[in-house]
């Protein structure tokens, strides 16, 4: 099974021909042939290109010419905005633009959205119609998370990064990063949603290999099953706290995981829920 990792962020330097909207504590540029070489030192055959908000909000102009470029290696995810009384046509644009595989909603405290909210029944009925899985970001806020599944039974849902808050910098490391899990188990009795094991190496207190992820993993791989738990690295939000090595390293030389557990994860149930593998260019 070919690895695929379920979340990347991928970007040009700041400059005005495409600035950014904000500069996080990323590095200056992890372009599309960066990102490239970085899988290919570790194995990593193909990545879900997450579309980057903090820098691009709705504009994914620049994750179509990395995949234009490398064709193949990406399947393309791009936030899309509720305000946007004509999302639903953008949505449709989307579903033709060659390598995408799915949207985005931001469902965070910060992002302020009620689960009723019309612009999100919008999304929602449009990704429904184009067969589109909706990526939502709702760490520090999975009750709301919770009840937008509920609120579209329909709709295909990923949840990103475990729901659990994760740090940008070792110093952000909460004393107890676990605290949302029982939620987060909680969560898996929905039927219509996934999960992302992304980023979890940062929710380590220890060094590399980053030994005490494993038992809470293992209640998540408990109640969600391997075929709905899709490994991934949110390399590069994850920089400043794991490189990509060792956010890839941890989970292929783990005895945690049998053999079948580990292709499940690392790639077998990202391809069924994006509907998408990678291709050598």
């Known amino acids: 099974m070919a690895i695929i990792d379920s979340q990347v962020h991928v970007y040009e330097a700041n400059t005005p021909k495409r600035p950014w909207h904000t ?72 579903k033709k633009t060659p390598g995408t595989v799915g949207i985005r909603i931001m469902m965070t405290k910060e992002a302020g959205r009620d689960p009723s909210d019309p612009g999100l029944d919008r999304i929602l009925r449009a990704a429904v119609r184009h067969d589109f899985p909706v990526n939502m970001l709702c760490w520090g806020n999975v009750d709301a998370g919770a009840a937008i599944i509920d609120r579209h039974p329909d709709t295909r849902f990923i949840i990103d990064h475990l729901a659990i808050m994760q740090p940008r910098t070792p110093a952000d490391r909460a004393p107890q990063p676990w605290a949302d899990l029982p939620k987060v188990l909680d969560l898996a009795t929905r039927r219509n949603a996934v999960i992302k094991v992304s980023g979890a190496c940062t929710l380590s207190r220890e060094p590399y290999p980053f030994q005490d992820i494993w038992d809470p993993l293992a209640r998540v791989f408990d109640a969600w099953g391997f075929e709905r738990c899709l490994w991934g690295t949110d390399w590069t939000r994850a920089f400043a706290v794991v490189n990509y090595e060792q956010a890839v390293e941890p989970f292929r030389r783990t005895d945690r995981l049998s053999e079948s557990e580990r292709a499940m994860l690392m790639g077998g149930a990202c391809a069924k829920a994006y509907g998408w593998s990678p291709k050598k260019s």
């Open 23 to 94: 500069v996080p504590n990323w590095p200056d540029h992890v372009n599309g042939d960066e990102m490239v070489a970085a899988m290919d030192k570790v194995g990593v055959a193909g990545a879900i290109f997450i579309s980057a908000f903090s820098m691009y909000r709705y504009d994914a102009s620049y994750a179509v010419e990395v995949q234009r470029a490398h064709p193949g290696r990406f399947g393309l995810v791009k936030p899309v905005d509720p305000d946007d009384p004509n999302v639903a046509d953008v949505i449709a644009d989307w």
